[in-house]
């Protein structure tokens, strides 16, 4: 039987850790914890999960705090995860059903991690791996820059020489 850390917990040194994060790129993610609704700062509803990516090169695993954001604009992002985990499209979905969290959790898809740097509590600096967006139909689907749009005006060419200086 485990002991009870939360009646019997006796302080000790504390120790650092190292947390590993991934280079940026795609990786395979299982779903792992589904946890109760919160509401962002901004007022709107968000369901936050826990995704476990895996490294195939060495089977070291990072977990990601992610968070779908129930807004007009974010659901594109909620689109991919659903797509990127095999949802059929058209498929209506209650958030909010304990059957389909419990569907949802042990789900596999794949996401394009990034990596960002914050400042932790010490005033030191820290990196995480973020989710930039997710891979489906297996390509991945970041967001390419805009192509740069012409000028709407192009002048003619000076065929005048007089302003070269030699």
Known sequence: MAHDLTSDFTVEAPEERQFITFDDGDYSFTIGEIYSFEVSKKGN????????????????TVKVREYLVFT?????????????????????????????LKYLKART????????????????????????????DGTSKREPAAPAKPPAFVPPPDDDDSNIPF
């Open 45 to 60: 509803d968000m369901l936050p999960l826990d995704l476990l990516f895996t490294r195939k090169s060495d089977n070291e």
């Open 72 to 100: 007009e604009g974010a659901k594109y992002k909620i689109n991919q995860f659903l797509a990127s985990i095999k949802v059929k499209i058209g498929t209506r979905i209650n958030f909010r059903d304990d059957e389909f």
């Open 109 to 136: 898809g794949v996401a394009t991690l990034t990596t960002e740097t914050f400042v932790k509590k010490d005033g030191g600096e820290g990196r995480k791996n973020v989710v930039a967006g997710y891979v489906y």
